[in-house]
């Protein structure tokens, strides 16, 4: 079945690090890849995407690259900013022809930026 | 657009009481689910509708309840609240494009506490 395995949390990090989270999956087919974000006391809110392999998505100093390869999509930032500390999940959407449109959302990775 | 919007924000209910939390969106969107947040958990399926008449289970349906009689709202229901059902909830929406359900938009969630 289609799964989302993400690093396992919490991460702290000084302001300007880099940072990197973990993400593979499993599909049956060729899904769509997300990468969303929560703030505290918000509702998730779409980060970037990509909808087919090799796609990079991009948004807010972020990146990340779909790799069939690898079956991973893990999320970058080159500088991170005491803004950035947040809840980030990464998840999948995959059409079936029996049973529609399914998401699959990893656990969540909570990440900490420290002035 | 107001988006997805949801209510009530916060409740406090007591073992066996039933109650509604409800969900809109006004963009027109197909697709609309229920999940469950909770601590080291990720977000957790309730309950699905890929549109109006037509609904269907996600990972944990037991104790919910949903309907979809119009494309705007989707309402979910517990029937008997137990404390176990203590959780924030997230409605979500997506649409089609070139027949695959994209990014979903989330509402700002209902914390519920169950006593």
């Known amino acids: 079945g289609n799964s989302v395995t993400q690093m396992e949390g919490p991460v702290t990090l000084s302001e300007e690090a880099f940072l990197t989270i973990n993400c593979t999956y499993t599909a049956t087919g060729y899904p769509s890849l997300f990468w969303y974000v929560q703030y505290p006391g918000e509702g998730l809110q779409l980060l970037l995407k990509?909808?087919?392999?090799?796609d990079k998505g991009s948004n807010k100093g972020f990146e990340a690259t779909y790799r069939k390869e690898t079956t991973s999509f893990h999320l970058e930032k080159g500088s991170v900013q005491v803004s950035d500390s947040a809840v980030y999940f990464c998840?999948?959407?995959?059409?079936?022809?029996?049973?529609?449109?399914?998401?699959?959302f990893g656990t969540g990775t909570s990440l900490t930026v420290i002035p | 657009n107001a988006g997805v919007t949801q209510t009530p924000k916060f409740q406090v209910l007591k073992t066996g009481q039933s109650m509604t939390l409800q969900c809109a969106q006004d963009m027109n969107h197909e697709y609309m689910s229920w999940y469950r947040q909770d601590p080291g958990m990720g977000l957790r399926l309730i309950h699905y509708?890929?549109?109006?008449?037509?609904?269907d289970q996600g990972e944990v349906p037991n104790g919910y309840n949903v309907s979809r009689s119009t494309t705007e709202d989707f309402p979910l229901r517990l029937l008997s609240a137990a404390p176990s059902q203590t959780s924030v909830y997230f409605c979500?929406?997506?649409?089609?494009?070139?027949?695959?359900?994209?990014?979903?938009?989330f509402g700002p969630g209902t914390r519920l506490t169950v006593l």
């Open positions: 979500a929406s997506s649409h089609r494009l070139a027949g695959v359900y994209n990014e979903q938009f």
């Open positions: 998840a999948l959407s995959e059409s079936l022809w029996n049973t529609g449109n399914q998401f699959y």
């Open positions: 990509a909808t087919k392999a090799d």
């Open positions: 509708s890929v549109g109006a008449g037509i609904t």
